[in-house]
Nanobody
Framework: QVQLVESGGGSVQAGGSLRLSCATSGFTDSRYCMSWFRQTPGSERERVASIYRGGANTYYADSVKGRFTISQDIAKNRLYLQMNSLKPEDTGMYYC???????????????????WGQGTQVTVSS
């Protein structure tokens, strides 16, 4: 059973940086898309960034391109999200998520994720 546990959230002023981490376990192979999503009260969950566990495919929401970087350390079973130049609109609950995928190209879709962490809160003040 895949398990995901996020950490690293907190409060920061606009322009600052945070690094989120997701501890992962239970993967049987490398054929998974891994993503970070975020959600604020009253809004739909938004896919922020994705990476293919078995390769280098990465995808980013337009709102975070050039500011956020998704990465992974397979040996340490960790997924990361480095967030720089944070803005108040980046505030939200951030979730680590995973779905099985035969191909890295399928990570372009933010749909059909079936494994989720409990979330970590990020608050950016102006």
């Amino acid at each position: 059973q895949v398990q995901l546990v996020e950490s690293g959230g907190g409060s920061v002023q606009a322009g600052g940086s945070l690094r989120l981490s997701c501890a992962t376990s239970g993967f049987t192979d490398s054929r998974y898309c891994m993503s970070w999503f975020r959600q604020t009260p009253g809004s739909e969950r938004e896919r922020v960034a994705s990476i293919y566990r078995g390769g280098a495919n990465t995808y980013y929401a337009d709102s975070v391109k050039g500011r956020f970087t998704i990465s992974q350390d397979i040996a340490k079973n960790r997924l990361y999200l480095q967030m720089n130049s944070l803005k108040p609109e980046d505030t939200g609950m951030y979730y680590c998520a995973a779905k099985a995928s035969l191909f890295g190209g399928l990570c372009a879709s933010g749909q059909l994720y079936n494994y989720w962490g409990q979330g970590t809160q990020v608050t950016v003040s102006s």
